[in-house]
């Protein structure tokens, strides 16, 4: 058995050709294209949703139980505040204020009366009292009852856009009861809201650009109200803002709001398709001397095209961008499209 182990090893070693003993293949370096980290001025972009609301809105209602006599006004017109839009039946109003102003004038002379007479001491001060004192009543009584006759002509208390009218002529009309609406839409203000996290960073006077649907155009708008409290619900804040062109703009309608925050410090950004998810969070590979090394990074605001890097990162950083499911810690690397 010696003897045959010593022929074969003599017969390797004097063989004419070469023999590998349990060889290994290099394996091929994998080819990937790549990213230098660098600090760049970064604005975040905060994207959401919002409603369209006419810059003034009301439902014009009844005040006084009586019957419409008038509609003065076309249905979807324009008007101007102070314009006259129904008249009630105020008939009787008006012939309770002529027998109002009879008695007042009479309780008018009647006082004049008194008040000559009570330094000759043919009245008591009594008298000179008690007819002041109704005076007094029917002029108030007066001015209640020409109240409620300006109350029976309805007027528009802001210039804007009408709608359809709710009633017709004749109706006896009810307290609170809706007559018709009334829109200005001179200015249209956008409602949204944005997460609690963004609280110190908008400002009122902060400008925003929304699109509604089936506009493509872009409008732009200014933060004008902030809402003092965050909503304990949905943990967000509540914002309004107004748009000076409202043209092809209806209240109630959906907006697609943007805002964009001012440039904060320099940021490191990195292409998105360089980040990987990892067992606690997400990471990139690192490219140095022609290997690769993974490292585990805190993301900030990710955009479309780019993610903003927190830690982990540091400019100047080659990142790999490209045949990251081939890469793996310690694999050779070959760059390719190296700017």
Same mark, same amino acid.
């Given at each position: 058995?010696?003897?045959?182990?010593?022929?074969?090893?003599?017969?390797?070693?004097?063989?004419?050709?070469?023999?590998?003993?349990?060889?290994?293949?290099?394996?091929?370096?994998?080819?990937?294209?790549?990213?230098?980290?660098?600090?760049?001025?970064?604005?975040?972009?905060?994207?959401?949703?919002?409603?369209?609301?006419?810059?003034?809105?009301?439902?014009?209602?009844?005040?006084?139980?009586?019957?419409?006599?008038? /509609?003065?006004?076309?249905?979807?017109?324009?008007?101007?505040?102070?314009?006259?839009?129904?008249?009630?039946?105020?008939?009787?109003?008006?012939?309770?204020?002529?027998?109002?102003?009879?008695?007042?004038?009479?309780?008018?002379?009647?006082?004049?009366? +008194?008040?000559?007479?009570?330094?000759?001491?043919?009245?008591?001060?009594?008298?000179?009292?008690?007819?002041?004192?109704?005076?007094?009543?029917?002029?108030?009584?007066?001015?209640?009852?020409?109240?409620? /006759?300006?109350?029976?002509?309805? $007027?528009?208390?802001?210039?804007?856009?009408?709608?359809?009218?709710?009633?017709?002529?004749?109706?006896?009309?009810?307290?609170?009861?809706?007559?018709?609406?009334?829109?200005?839409?001179?200015?249209?203000?956008?409602?949204? +809201?944005?997460?609690?996290?963004?609280?110190?960073?908008?400002?009122?006077?902060?400008?925003?650009?929304?699109?509604?649907?089936?506009?493509?155009?872009?409008?732009?708008?200014?933060?004008?109200?902030?809402?003092?409290?965050?909503?304990?619900?949905?943990?967000?804040?509540?914002?309004?803002?107004?748009?000076?062109?409202?043209?092809?703009?209806?209240?109630?309608?959906?907006?697609?709001?943007?805002?964009?925050?001012?440039?904060?410090?320099?940021?490191?950004? /990195?292409?998105?398709?360089?980040?990987?998810?990892?067992?606690?969070?997400?990471?990139?590979?690192? $490219?140095?001397?022609?290997?690769?090394?993974?490292?585990?990074?805190?993301?900030?605001?990710? +955009?479309?095209?780019?993610?903003?890097?927190?830690?982990?990162?540091?400019?100047?950083?080659? $990142?790999? $961008?490209?045949?990251?499911?081939?890469?793996?810690?310690?694999?050779?690397?070959?760059?390719?499209?190296?700017?």
């Amino acid at each position: 058995m010696m003897r045959l182990t010593f022929f074969l090893t003599t017969l390797v070693l004097c063989s004419p050709w070469p023999v590998a003993l349990h060889a290994q293949p290099a394996m091929p370096a994998v080819q990937v294209e790549v990213h230098t980290a660098q600090t760049v001025p970064f604005a975040e972009t905060i994207k959401t949703v919002g409603t369209l609301r006419a810059n003034e809105a009301v439902t014009i209602v009844a005040e006084s139980p009586l019957r419409l006599k008038e /509609i003065a006004f076309e249905e979807g017109a324009q008007v101007e505040a102070g314009t006259l839009l129904f008249q009630l039946d105020d008939a009787e109003l008006q012939s309770e204020l002529k027998e109002i102003e009879a008695r007042l004038a009479l309780a008018l002379a009647n006082k004049k009366r +008194t008040e000559e007479l009570l330094p000759t001491k043919a009245v008591s001060q009594f008298d000179a009292d008690l007819a002041a004192a109704e005076w007094q009543g029917l002029e108030a009584q007066k001015q209640t009852k020409l109240v409620q /006759i300006a109350r029976a002509k309805i $007027i528009a208390p802001f210039a804007g856009k009408l709608g359809t009218r709710k009633v017709s002529t004749g109706a006896l009309l009810s307290p609170n009861l809706p007559l018709v609406d009334l829109q200005d839409t001179s200015k249209i203000k956008v409602d949204f +809201t944005v997460p609690e996290r963004y609280a110190r960073s908008i400002r009122e006077k902060q400008k925003f650009s929304f699109t509604v649907a089936g506009q493509g155009e872009a409008r732009d708008g200014v933060i004008t109200v902030i809402e003092p409290v965050i909503d304990p619900q949905t943990r967000s804040l509540r914002l309004s803002g107004v748009c000076d062109k409202p043209e092809g703009l209806w209240p109630g309608g959906f907006a697609d709001v943007t805002i964009t925050l001012d440039q904060g410090q320099p940021s490191i950004m /990195i292409p998105t398709q360089a980040v990987v998810p990892s067992p606690r969070g997400h990471g990139v590979y690192l $490219i140095a001397s022609g290997k690769a090394k993974f490292q585990e990074v805190v993301i900030g605001t990710r +955009t479309d095209q780019q993610v903003q890097i927190l830690r982990g990162v540091a400019a100047g950083d080659v $990142i790999a $961008i490209t045949n990251l499911n081939r890469i793996r810690p310690g694999v050779e690397v070959k760059l390719v499209n190296v700017p």
